[in-house]
């Protein structure tokens, strides 16, 4: 069963409900006794960019016993035409109802799908809150970066997977098919007691939600199964990387071949929620590496190959690497590096990628002065940034795009003064080096307090300060050649909200999705006015989420998630950025102690 030609030629990119790419497998729905539906909750070309999606559609697949199929957020106009013809949401490979499947796992990196986890289960007709299903539903889980605070969606989901899933997927997978029933549904109850007794699950029915002074959330475990603290489960070595990358009928967001050559970063910016939660640095070797690029450039046809990191210059064999594939492969291939951390070596290896084209370089410096460099601790030396621009420029490069933020701790006027006369360096720069074929975009975001990092306890700024703020830099910079982009204060704001919520904040948003919410992170449909109004009707103060100091010792909603990282180590840091003390790189410098050194580092 697929969705009839007469609905596809209605709907805006119909091949994104098709399925039967290259790369895409169909096992037997009648002789796999597991089923499990796979979900990024946002449009196919977000969802089939997501490296967690081929990840876990790769080695699911290659469990015995079991299968898995895609499933993503239908865009507005096909979640329309579901809706008006009563048609179930089906899955891509086999066209199978979403509501038959044993499982359907949601892989959570970002706030703003969760509406969408609310439409992909109702357009499959199943409840939305997890205290209304039952034996006949699926069991609804999640797993991803988001969930390390998973309380705003908790009343949503049966079942997290906290941390990297590669550690917990066979027994995890094993206990699901222990307790099917004869009927082939799970016997719900007796594998949530089971599996939270396993590391790195959490089952929040599990628990009883309490209120300090009304205010602060706690927790309290109902049995003896259900632990008082969850610990993230971290993998000692890089899993074997997808080598048969699904390739799209059409483009998506990230339209090439992607290999993970390293997890984890050392370099400790305060701000940086990933930074944090994905500690330690684990990398893949390079013969592993060139082995997985050959697999996939043969089974995709890909001409571009993306090295994945989250700071793909610190990969220690990061140049052995660029020749290695240089070398082999010439000009055939594209290599991207998405992200790199400012330094002397930068510009060397980005100039030596073998790339046939040179469009935008990208350079992060977050913040303007060097005062608050030290306070989020991400010190960038400004002459060496205008060097390796200056040699960008020379090596043939007519796009710099710099992104800097606003709204960090103990930010002022005069560090938005360091913004504009930054950009504008750059800005003489370009018009020496390369005249009007210089192109300079900046980027201005703002700062969200994150769980699990050093700023968790920190206020958002105000709305009027930020509106302030984006006004000076849109006076100085709008007008000088730039071409400027900012974010929206109720984004933010909102943003705020959710990623440090408590379980209140679900009933926020399971309000907001029936008064509409949907692809919230898309600005074309973000309605600030339905989330207001969703908030003032559940009760909720939204400045008291987003825009309060926290006390140090304050019960927070995700204490009970131990991601690795001590507390203890997060105050240490938070002080010193009250001090503007910078904290080196513990690769280059010696442990820091965060909680993770012994078996880790």
Same mark, same amino acid.
């Given at each position: 069963?697929?969705?009839?030609?007469?609905?596809?030629?209605?709907?805006?990119?119909?091949?994104?409900?098709?399925?039967?790419?290259?790369?895409?497998?169909?096992?037997?729905?009648?002789?796999?006794?597991?089923?499990?539906?796979?979900?990024?909750?946002? @449009?196919?070309?977000?969802?089939?960019?997501?490296?967690?999606?081929?990840?876990?559609?790769?080695?699911?697949?290659?469990?015995?016993?079991?299968?898995?199929?895609?499933?993503?957020?239908?865009?507005?106009?096909?979640?329309?035409?579901?809706?008006?013809?009563?048609?179930?949401?089906?899955?891509?490979?086999?066209?199978?109802?979403?509501?038959?499947?044993?499982?359907?796992?949601?892989?959570?990196?970002?706030?703003?799908?969760?509406?969408?986890?609310?439409?992909?289960?109702?357009?499959?007709?199943?409840?939305?809150?997890?205290?209304?299903?039952?034996?006949?539903?699926?069991?609804?889980?999640?797993?991803?970066?988001?969930?390390?605070?998973?309380?705003?969606?908790?009343?949503?989901?049966?079942?997290?997977?906290?941390?990297?899933?590669?550690?917990?997927?066979?027994?995890?997978?094993?206990?699901?098919?222990?307790?099917?029933?004869?009927?082939?549904?799970?016997?719900?109850?007796?594998?949530?007691?089971?599996?939270?007794?396993?590391?790195?699950?959490?089952?929040?029915?599990?628990?009883? %939600?309490?209120?300090?002074?009304?205010?602060?959330?706690?927790?309290?475990?109902?049995?003896?199964?259900?632990?008082?603290?969850?610990?993230?489960?971290?993998?000692?070595?890089?899993?074997?990387?997808? %080598?048969?990358?699904?390739?799209?009928?059409?483009?998506?967001?990230?339209?090439?071949?992607?290999?993970?050559?390293?997890?984890?970063?050392?370099?400790?910016?305060?701000?940086?929620?990933?930074?944090?939660?994905?500690?330690? @640095?684990?990398?893949?070797?390079?013969?592993?590496?060139?082995?997985?690029?050959?697999?996939?450039?043969?089974?995709?046809?890909?001409?571009?190959?993306?090295?994945?990191?989250?700071?793909?210059?610190?990969?220690?064999?990061?140049?052995?690497?660029?020749?290695?594939?240089?070398?082999?492969?010439?000009?055939?291939?594209?290599?991207?590096?998405?992200?790199?951390?400012?330094?002397?070596?930068?510009?060397?290896?980005?100039?030596?990628?073998?790339?046939?084209?040179?469009?935008?370089?990208?350079?992060?410096?977050?913040?303007?002065?060097?005062?608050?460099?030290?306070?989020? #601790?991400?010190?960038?030396?400004?002459?060496?940034?205008?060097?390796?621009?200056?040699?960008?420029?020379?090596?043939?490069?007519?796009?710099?795009?710099?992104?800097?933020?606003?709204?960090?701790?103990?930010?002022?006027?005069?560090?938005?003064?360091?913004?504009?006369?930054?950009?504008?360096?750059?800005?003489?720069?370009?018009?020496?080096?390369?005249?009007?074929?210089?192109?300079? #975009? %900046?980027?201005?975001?703002?700062?969200?307090?994150?769980?699990?990092?050093?700023?968790?306890?920190?206020?958002?700024?105000?709305?009027?300060?930020?509106?302030?703020?984006?006004?000076?830099?849109?006076?100085?910079?709008?007008?000088?050649?730039?071409?400027?982009?900012?974010?929206?204060?109720?984004?933010?704001?909102?943003?705020?909200?959710?990623?440090?919520?408590?379980?209140?904040?679900?009933?926020?948003?399971?309000?907001?999705?029936?008064?509409?919410?949907?692809?919230?992170?898309?600005?074309?449909?973000?309605?600030?006015?339905?989330?207001?109004?969703?908030?003032?009707?559940?009760?909720?103060?939204?400045?008291?989420?987003?825009?309060?100091?926290?006390?140090?010792?304050?019960?927070?909603?995700?204490?009970?998630?131990?991601?690795? %990282?001590?507390?203890?180590?997060?105050?240490?840091?938070?002080?010193?950025?009250?001090?503007?003390?910078?904290?080196?790189?513990?690769?280059?410098?010696?442990?820091?102690?965060?909680?993770?050194?012994?078996?880790?580092?």
């Amino acid at each position: 069963m697929h969705y009839p030609q007469q609905l596809l030629y209605q709907v805006n990119k119909p091949a994104r409900y098709t399925g039967g790419e290259l790369n895409s497998l169909r096992k037997s729905w009648d002789n796999t006794k597991l089923k499990l539906a796979l979900s990024y909750p946002d @449009v196919y070309e977000i969802g089939m960019s997501n490296m967690a999606i081929g990840l876990l559609y790769e080695q699911i697949n290659a469990l015995d016993d079991c299968l898995v199929e895609r499933v993503f957020a239908p865009w507005t106009d096909m979640m329309q035409h579901l809706q008006a013809k009563k048609l179930p949401l089906l899955s891509l490979e086999s066209g199978i109802p979403i509501s038959k499947f044993d499982i359907i796992g949601f892989s959570l990196g970002y706030e703003f799908t969760y509406t969408n986890i609310l439409s992909i289960l109702d357009l499959s007709g199943l409840p939305v809150w997890s205290k209304d299903r039952n034996e006949s539903h699926p069991l609804v889980i999640a797993g991803g970066c988001a969930t390390l605070n998973p309380e705003p969606i908790a009343d949503f989901i049966d079942l997290f997977v906290i941390g990297e899933s590669e550690a917990l997927l066979p027994s995890l997978v094993k206990l699901f098919q222990s307790h099917q029933l004869p009927s082939g549904r799970l016997n719900k109850q007796p594998i949530l007691e089971e599996a939270a007794t396993l590391p790195g699950i959490y089952v929040p029915s599990l628990y009883d %939600v309490t209120y300090v002074e009304e205010c602060y959330q706690k927790l309290l475990p109902k049995t003896a199964n259900a632990p008082p603290s969850i610990k993230r489960q971290i993998v000692s070595a890089l899993p074997p990387p997808p %080598v048969k990358p699904i390739v799209p009928f059409i483009e998506t967001v990230h339209d090439r071949g992607a290999i993970e050559i390293a997890r984890g970063c050392s370099h400790g910016c305060r701000f940086c929620n990933a930074g944090m939660i994905y500690r330690p @640095v684990r990398e893949r070797t390079i013969s592993e590496t060139m082995e997985a690029i050959n697999s996939i450039v043969l089974n995709s046809g890909y001409d571009e190959i993306s090295l994945v990191s989250l700071s793909s210059g610190d990969y220690s064999q990061i140049d052995e690497l660029v020749s290695a594939i240089t070398n082999k492969y010439g000009s055939s291939i594209a290599l991207s590096l998405p992200s790199l951390h400012i330094d002397a070596h930068t510009l060397e290896l980005v100039a030596n990628l073998p790339s046939r084209r040179k469009s935008g370089l990208t350079f992060a410096p977050e913040a303007g002065s060097e005062r608050l460099q030290k306070v989020i #601790n991400k010190h960038i030396n400004e002459d060496e940034l205008l060097n390796t621009i200056a040699l960008a420029f020379d090596k043939g490069w007519t796009t710099i795009k710099l992104y800097f933020m606003i709204g960090l701790p103990t930010e002022c006027d005069e560090d938005i003064e360091g913004i504009i006369k930054l950009a504008q360096k750059v800005r003489a720069l370009a018009t020496k080096k390369r005249g009007r074929k210089a192109q300079i #975009n %900046v980027t201005i975001s703002t700062f969200v307090p994150k769980p699990h990092t050093p700023f968790q306890w920190v206020a958002q700024e105000s709305e009027s300060t930020l509106i302030h703020r984006q006004s000076l830099l849109r006076n100085s910079l709008q007008k000088n050649s730039f071409k400027l982009s900012w974010q929206s204060t109720e984004i933010s704001l909102l943003e705020a909200v959710i990623s440090r919520g408590d379980r209140r904040i679900g009933k926020v948003i399971h309000r907001a999705w029936q008064m509409g919410a949907a692809f919230d992170g898309w600005s074309e449909h973000f309605n600030f006015n339905i989330w207001r109004d969703s908030m003032a009707a559940e009760g909720i103060d939204p400045t008291w989420y987003a825009n309060r100091i926290r006390s140090l010792d304050e019960i927070l909603p995700w204490d009970h998630i131990d991601v690795g %990282v001590t507390k203890d180590f997060l105050k240490s840091e938070h002080l010193r950025a009250l001090e503007a003390r910078l904290t080196p790189n513990c690769k280059h410098n010696g442990c820091n102690a965060c909680g993770l050194e012994g078996q880790w580092c």
